[in-house]
């Protein structure tokens, strides 16, 4: 896809649409000259390259990658208008196309019913999963595992709602018998699934966790911020097959968080959050002195937290899904190549003499350590790994590191005398489907770096 020739025809499309308006004069506060664009923007990209590589495979770090092409011209094209999603009033038609990503999402969980919106990002999408799980269980706790998003615990202090963490077990999901413990306490109101952790893409088991909390009254809301879009590997039809039974459970829980901004290529600002009772709008209800005038039909203002939200996000995400939809043949096969780089970059390091692997990866993200006897030289080299790779001018890799405890590190790595209270081990996340071909490289140059830092020591 030629990103310059569809931003040009996302103009001039635009364009043509608003000359049947009419001529009228720019005023003369907004002119700027060209001259001073190009010398403007000279220097806007010259800042620009204080960042990280993030679409090249090199880039095995964070959760981060450009959006697709198509989201940019979605974008475009429709930020020229700019409607706001908040109600029709801003914009029917990024708020219809809003409202066919979020039955599209329902449906790619196996919602029949829903009730749902985007958000600006999945914190948001969290925050109101919580706003409504406290409405429904006044006075009842949230269990969260220690390893789900920070946002959890966060979210329940400014919500007034008291959080529970429960123990993760060995594999980094949550632990069952903790959470069951929990629950026989009958203070749970919700319980917070994640069905892969931000840390390690560790899925929880979304089956168990349904059953056990509907036996003490409690609801599940699912935190898919990372992994949802994993869900199209769960199906029939799969290109890469993943456990299909946490993923079909998902379509129980009451309330689901994706994170189109993080697995559905989309840039920044674009989180979902999905109710699947859609009487859960009744704890939305307010009144806008301002808006809701055009039509009676759903403002998806009525049902959201927020109130300004950019349409151009729902219109990149429906380009996106146009082209390239959620399903297994779709979305999927994207996925799908980074999943298989994983696996395949798990066996390498089970075969390497300088790295180690911490877990075996459930999604796309892969966590290991260089070969060292104790928890502070396997913390001092991994930081050196980390370091040096991003510092080398010629050969960069960039990869992320993970703080983990030296309880969590026993259960995987018993022979690593602790000395510590803790390490960071190396992390990568694969989101990129091109690491699986760059695979190579990047492990030969993670590998290279790795026996240079246990020389180091
Ligand atoms: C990223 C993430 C969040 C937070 O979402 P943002 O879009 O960064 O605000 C919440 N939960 C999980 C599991 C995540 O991976």
């Not at 301002?290 to 009525?302: A, N, P, R, V």
């Amino acid at each position: 896809m030629d990103l310059a020739r569809w931003l040009g025809e996302a103009v001039s499309s635009i364009e043509r649409w608003k000359r049947e308006y009419g001529a009228f004069d720019v005023h003369p506060s907004l002119q700027v000259s060209d001259e001073r664009v190009g010398e403007a923007l000279g220097r806007l990209a010259g800042r620009l390259r204080d960042n990280y590589p993030f679409f090249h495979p090199r880039y095995a770090g964070q959760m981060l990658k450009p959006p697709h092409p198509a989201a940019i011209v979605g974008y475009v094209a429709a930020m020229q208008i700019n409607p706001n999603n908040h109600a029709l009033d801003g914009g029917p038609a990024t708020a219809d196309m809003e409202k066919e990503l979020v039955s599209r999402l329902a449906t790619m969980f196996g919602y029949r019913e829903h009730l749902g919106h985007l958000t600006s990002s999945g914190t948001i999408a969290n925050l109101e999963a919580l706003f409504v799980a406290r409405e429904t269980h006044p006075g009842k706790a949230v269990a969260f595992s220690a390893a789900s998003h920070y946002t959890h615990a966060r979210m329940c202090g400014l919500l007034g709602m008291e959080g529970r963490p429960v123990p993760a077990d060995g594999a980094g999901r949550m632990d069952l018998d903790a959470l069951a413990d929990q629950l026989s306490t009958g203070e749970i109101g919700t319980v917070v699934a994640t069905t892969g952790t931000t840390g390690l893409g560790a899925v929880d088991q979304v089956h168990e966790i349904v059953p056990l909390a509907r036996r003490h009254g409690a609801r599940v809301h699912v935190d898919a911020a990372y992994g949802g879009f994993f869900t199209l590997l769960a199906a029939e039809g799969s290109p890469e097959p993943i456990d299909p039974l946490p993923w079909r459970a998902v379509a129980e829980a009451d309330s689901i968080v994706v994170d189109p901004h993080k697995h559905g290529l989309q840039p920044y600002g674009c989180g979902a959050v999905l109710f699947r009772d859609p009487a859960a709008g009744r704890f939305y209800v307010h009144d806008s002195p301002y808006t809701y005038f055009t039509s009676d039909e759903l403002h998806l203002g009525e049902i959201s937290l927020e109130c300004s939200r950019a349409g151009a996000a729902a219109a990149a995400l429906w380009l996106t899904f146009e082209l390239l939809p959620p399903t297994p043949e779709g979305l999927g096969r994207v996925l799908a190549a980074g999943r298989r780089a994983a696996v395949r970059w798990a066996e390498l390091i089970e075969s390497s003499r300088v790295l180690e692997l911490y877990q075996r990866p459930e999604l796309d993200i892969v966590a290991c350590y260089p070969a060292e006897p104790t928890l502070s030289a396997v913390d001092a080299a991994a930081r050196r790994v980390m370091e040096e790779g991003m510092r080398d001018p010629a050969d960069p890799v960039f990869l992320s590191v993970l703080r983990v405890s030296a309880d969590e590190m026993a259960r995987r790595a018993p022979h690593v005398i602790a000395d510590a209270d803790g390490t960071r081990v190396l992390r990568s996340v694969l989101m990129k489907p091109e690491e699986e071909t760059y695979l190579g490289t990047l492990h030969a140059r993670v590998e290279s770096l790795a026996r240079e830092a246990l020389s180091a020591a």
